[in-house]
């Protein structure tokens, strides 16, 4: 039999009942857990805990290949195309587990 068409064969229906409970239920916890973002007040205007971290990483980006530039460090960046979204990743998601880790 070969693997074509073991997956042609393949049905939903097949799978034991408990299974697809399970699923379903974890499916449910996870949204439920992550519908709620952190809203930050900022001047009487509520913001997405999100967009601050994002914020955070841009400047913290920004300010990184500033300092390594001057420090003549620029080799840290290369491939720029690869490496600057990376620590834009990294700050950003650093930032929002210290500041929410808490919460």
Same mark, same amino acid.
């Given at each position: 039999?070969?693997? =074509? ?6 049905? &939903? ?17 996870? &949204? ?23 914020? =955070? ?9 500033? =300092? ?7 080799? &840290? ?12 990743? =990294? ?13």
């Amino acid at each position: 039999m070969s693997l =074509v068409s073991t997956f042609q064969h393949f049905n &939903i229906s097949t799978l034991p009942m408990a299974r697809w409970q399970l699923f379903t239920m974890l499916e449910n916890l996870a &949204i439920i857990k992550l519908s709620h973002d952190p809203l930050i007040n900022i001047g009487g205007a509520y913001f997405p805990g999100w967009l601050i971290c994002m914020l =955070v990483g841009i400047i913290g980006t920004w300010g990184t290949t500033i =300092v390594a530039s001057r420090l003549h460090l620029s080799r &840290i960046f290369q491939p720029p195309s690869l490496m600057i979204p990376a620590f834009f990743a =990294v700050i950003t998601l650093w930032t929002w587990m210290f500041y929410f880790s808490a919460r």
